[in-house]
Structure formats: structure tokens, C-alpha cells
């Protein structure tokens, strides 16, 4: 069975600062791993897609790396903005004949001006 | 481009009232559908998803039920709410289970 492991669970960094969150997957047979975006009480925002076959996506300031072989993903924010305050989740869509995406539970991130 | 609609977005319900959440895609064709639990403090749970109309799948034994019937219109239902029920419902649809999955706006749902 999947599971999907979010690290920090909360951070809070000053505006401007880079930082990188963490997610890990058990089962490296997987299709591609997602990360979302989810504000307060609203639905998830995709952010980045990445395939089992990528090692990196980019969007804007945001980069996500994928090393499926030590199931590992990070999610790298580049100057953080106060507006990029939410809860980040990431998500594994699993080739084992599951139609399950497998989630984290996030790590809420809170950017001070 | 392909957009997604759930409605309603908060509902408060008395336990055992009926449920019936609704989720519609458009721009797309024979779309997969889900819906999804989200409790507090807890993570996403899958409920329910559909490959095709009237093909349904359960992933955990529950007071719901989804039914699909038509290509882009998938609904959540209940005949007799419980409290555990309560929670944040979305819809989400792929056009393959290898590609992306987008979400709907969710339906907070309150039973009391």
C-alpha cells in the first residue's frame, strides 16, 4: 500500500527566503506525483505535474524535483511571498492497477512580511 | 479549455436527512471522476471514482453512494446522514489516471 509522507508538517519563514518542502512516497512504481496548492476552506490548485520518467518540473518560482528510485519529491519556492501562504500537498498516482492518488497531509506554510 | 463545477459549496444538514452533492465537468469527453473526503485533521480519503456512466467503484464501505449518470455529471448521495459524515467533499476529474487530476471547489458539509 502507498504511503505518502509530508515533512515539515508547518513552517514559517520570513518573505523573501527560499525553502524547499519534502514529501516521500513507500512504493516507487508510480505514474507521477502531483503537488497542490490548498488555501484556507477552498479546493486543491495544481501546481506541478511531474511524470515518472521527469526528474524536474518548473513553474514560475516554484521547482519540483522527483527521484523515484529513493521516492523522494521536493517542492523548492524561490523569495517566498506572503500570498504563498497555504497548505502545500503532494500526491502519488501509484501503476500498481489503483485508481487511488495517494496524498500527504500537507505542510502548512506561512510566509511573515 | 476543460472546467469543473461542484456544487453546492456549504450545506448544513440534520442527521438522517438525504444528501445529494453534484459535480459536472465540461470540455472534455468520457473523463475519470472522483470524489474525495477531506476530515480535519485528517488527509484525503478516496470515496468513490467512475471510468465511465454507470461504472462506479467504492474504495471504503460507507453511509454514501455516487452514481454517474451521464458522461461529465457525477453525484454523491446519502439516504440518512450521520455526523461522521460531516467533512469536505471535492470532485475531481483526469482524462487518464497517468495525467494530472483537478479539483473542484469542494462542498463543506456540516451534519448536526
Known amino acids: 500500500k502507498q504511503e505518502v509522507t509530508q515533512i515539515p508538517a508547518a513552517l514559517s519563514v520570513p518573505e523573501g527566503e527560499n525553502l524547499v518542502l519534502n514529501c516521500s512516497f513507500t512504493d516507487s512504481a508510480i505514474y507521477n506525483l502531483q503537488w497542490f496548492r490548498q488555501d484556507p476552506g477552498k479546493g486543491l490548485t495544481s501546481l506541478l505535474l511531474?511524470?515518472?520518467?521527469?526528474r524536474e518540473q518548473t513553474s514560475g518560482r516554484l521547482n519540483a524535483s522527483l527521484d523515484k528510485s529513493s521516492g523522494r519529491s521536493t517542492l523548492y519556492i524561490a523569495a517566498s511571498q506572503p500570498g504563498d501562504s497555504a497548505t502545500y500537498l503532494c500526491a502519488v498516482s501509484s501503476g500498481a492497477g489503483s485508481y487511488q492518488l495517494t496524498f500527504g497531509k500537507g505542510t502548512k506554510l506561512s510566509v511573515i512580511p | 479549455s476543460q472546467t469543473i463545477h461542484q456544487w453546492p459549496a456549504t450545506l448544513v444538514q440534520p442527521v438522517g436527512s438525504p444528501l445529494s452533492l453534484e459535480c459536472t465537468v465540461e470540455?472534455?469527453?468520457?473523463?475519470?471522476l472522483y470524489w474525495y473526503r477531506q476530515a480535519a485533521g485528517r488527509g484525503l480519503q478516496l470515496l468513490f471514482y467512475?471510468?465511465?456512466?454507470?461504472?462506479i467503484s467504492s474504495e471504503v464501505p460507507q453511509n454514501l453512494s455516487a452514481s454517474r449518470p451521464q458522461d461529465r455529471q457525477f453525484i454523491l448521495s446519502s439516504k440518512k446522514l450521520l455526523l461522521s459524515d460531516s467533512g469536505f467533499y471535492l470532485c475531481?476529474?483526469?482524462?487518464?489516471?497517468?495525467?494530472?487530476?483537478?479539483f473542484g471547489s469542494g462542498t463543506r458539509l456540516t451534519v448536526v
Open positions: 475531481a476529474w483526469s482524462p487518464d489516471r497517468r495525467y494530472g487530476y483537478t
Open positions: 511531474i511524470q515518472s520518467s521527469q
Open positions: 470540455g472534455t469527453s468520457n473523463p475519470n
Open positions: 467512475s471510468v465511465g456512466i454507470g461504472q
